[in-house]
């Protein structure tokens, strides 16, 4: 790989510094459903606006490493028609890039799901390289219900994140592999634990056999949680507890950085759960363990947003409040500051 050096350089400075990443890399689909939920507009229109409102929050970069984008925003500019990778440049903020293409039924395996997107991967890498994109993410679905998850997701969905982690390193892009484990559920943490471990100690064994160079990887895990409808809850203290003895268990030390999804929990208890961890945990970490959030770090600037000019300004003061709430989290100093959770 000839450009290894540079993939290990980006990687690290997409953690650096105490910041996180964001994502705003909602599929069409997936943001016409909340802004339908938030009684916005379905259209592109919107949508532009409300990604120039989270790349235009001035102070971002202070927060912000990098930010995860979708197709359909990389080719977008402001209405004063700067192009975003430019105003994100501008910003100090490192552009990537949505790769994965959702997911489809996998055969044989009712209700359990495969990620697509690997057919035509290398030449859309080689496209994106080109638009300057320096980071890129795919993001696998598994399921928590009786004997579920199978070995069968397990496995195909860990050889599609290596095919594409080692793809994504070959045209010089950082691969952020997401296998995550999803709250829907009544399971116990427990339960989330043991399905987390095995999930990841299998995306290992795969992105070792393609032989992906995870100094040049970001993790995007799960949190262990118990499922959103288990009867027994659990605090930040055991799920930071549960969450690092998982990851130490499963994930090599030369991994250049953790980078939380935050699942549909709501932005105080992500941000208390990854401070917790880097709390309790400070000491006992070989990697930095930040946040890629998506709704914990700006659903509730798009409520606040909800498609209208006049709000703008609120709606940015809000992702910048979340922006420093997390970086806090992130050193392990959320409490001790005093930010109210
Ligand atoms: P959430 O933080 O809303 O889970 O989104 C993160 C993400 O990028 C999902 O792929």
Redesign the pocket.
């Known amino acids: 790989m000839e450009n290894k050096d540079q993939l290990i350089m980006t990687a690290q400075a997409m953690v650096a510094d105490y910041k996180g990443l964001v994502?705003i890399?909602?599929s069409v689909a997936t943001l016409n459903k909340r802004f339908e939920a938030a009684g916005i507009p379905q259209t592109e229109a919107y949508r532009r606006a409300y990604r120039e409102v989270l790349i235009s929050t001035p102070g971002i970069g202070e927060y912000i490493n990098g930010a995860?984008l979708f197709d359909e925003t990389v080719h977008q500019q402001t209405l004063a028609g700067v192009p975003f990778l430019k105003a994100l440049e501008q910003a100090g903020v490192i552009p990537g890039i949505?790769l994965d293409e959702g997911t489809e039924d996998l055969p044989g395996f009712p209700r359990e799901k495969v990620t697509k997107g690997l057919d035509d991967l290398a030449e859309r890498l080689v496209n994106y390289q080109k638009l300057g994109l320096k980071f890129a993410?795919w993001?696998a679905v598994i399921l928590i219900d009786g004997a579920l998850p199978s070995e069968g997701c397990i496995v195909s969905n860990a050889h599609a994140l290596a095919r594409y982690a080692a793809a994504c390193q070959q045209a010089g892009i950082v691969p952020i592999v997401?296998p995550?484990v999803i709250m829907d559920g009544d399971h116990t943490i427990e339960r989330c634990a043991e399905v987390t471990e095995k999930a990841l100690r299998e995306l290992f064994n795969q992105l070792n056999l393609l032989k992906v160079e995870l100094r040049g990887l970001i993790l995007?895990p799960?949190m262990v949680l118990p499922g959103n409808d288990a009867t027994e809850k659990a605090n930040a203290d055991k799920v930071a507890e549960l969450t690092i003895a998982t990851l130490l268990n499963a994930v090599p030390a030369t991994v250049a950085g953790i980078a939380?999804?935050?699942?549909?929990?709501d932005p105080e208890t992500?941000s208390a759960n990854l401070n917790a961890m880097n709390y309790n945990y400070k000491s006992k970490l070989p990697w930095p363990v930040t946040?890629?959030?998506?709704?914990?770090?700006h659903?509730p600037a798009l409520e606040i947003w909800a498609g209208k000019d006049e709000n703008v300004k609120d709606a940015q003061a809000s992702f910048l409040e979340l922006g420093k709430a997390n970086q806090l989290a992130r050193r392990g100093e959320l409490i001790q500051t005093g930010i109210s959770l």
């Open positions: 994502a890399d909602e995860i949505k993410k993001r997401e995550e995007k799960n939380f999804l935050s699942g549909g929990q992500a946040y890629s959030f998506s709704r914990a770090l659903q």
